[in-house]
């Protein structure tokens, strides 16, 4: 794809995001579209959200276990970037009106302390370069209409990236046992789903080296201080106006978001 569609796609999205309105699936218009074009979208569209005022602040992982798969139609990897105008507190109330086609998912967060830069990175890597671990909701969002995507629309989409809460609760990895430890999701005071980490590629660990050494070979680096969503260890939790969620991590604690307001589709 030529540089000036690419833009003109990240430029869309961008606005999109902007006047909380979705487009039509990138995929349908350009059925030839690779997963670089849409790696190179989303640069465009972050790039944008930057020049806006917002700082890049982290990288997450999406599409990393079965039920999060199965819902989207997407069996691999896929990352986009955290920015600043993100980032939710524990027990935040988040306007929906700011949100298109919201969605939960319940994982960790890694916060770094050390720079990690692959390829070649393990999971022992990952805990070591942690600082902490944190219960986590991320709201993931979609710019395309009904969540019409493929893998090329959700990655051009900055891989769906929303909003994302992070609990009060810290937890060291290398005494908390990431990939055996059992997440309990409710919703409205109600069990919805349950999880362990072991269903996000064997471990959030994992994930978390799968997407550095990912971002390695294209030079880019995480850097201490980075916030790193490991993906979904739930299936995802459409919200309305008035609902809360809470996930409690075993032997780490709980993350609480309460909703407000009306979704713009």
Partial sequence: MDKQKIAAYGDELYEAWVACRPVRPLLEREPEITIEDAYQIQERFVARRVQAGERIIGKKIGATSKPVQDFLGVYQPDFGMLTSGMVFQEGATIDLSRLIQPKAEAELAFVLKEDLKGPGITAMDVIRATDYVLPCFEIVDSRIVDWQIKIQDTVADNASCGVYVLG?????????DITLAGMVLEK?????????GAAVQGSPANAVAWLANTLGALGIPFKAGEVILSGSQSALVPVVDGDELVCTVGG???????FSGRSAA
């Fill in 252 to 258: 780490l604690g709980s993350c609480r978001v309460k």
């Fill in 168 to 176: 009060k609760t810290k937890g060291d990895p290398r005494k908390l």
């Fill in 188 to 196: 409205n005071g109600e069990l919805f789903s349950t999880g362990v």
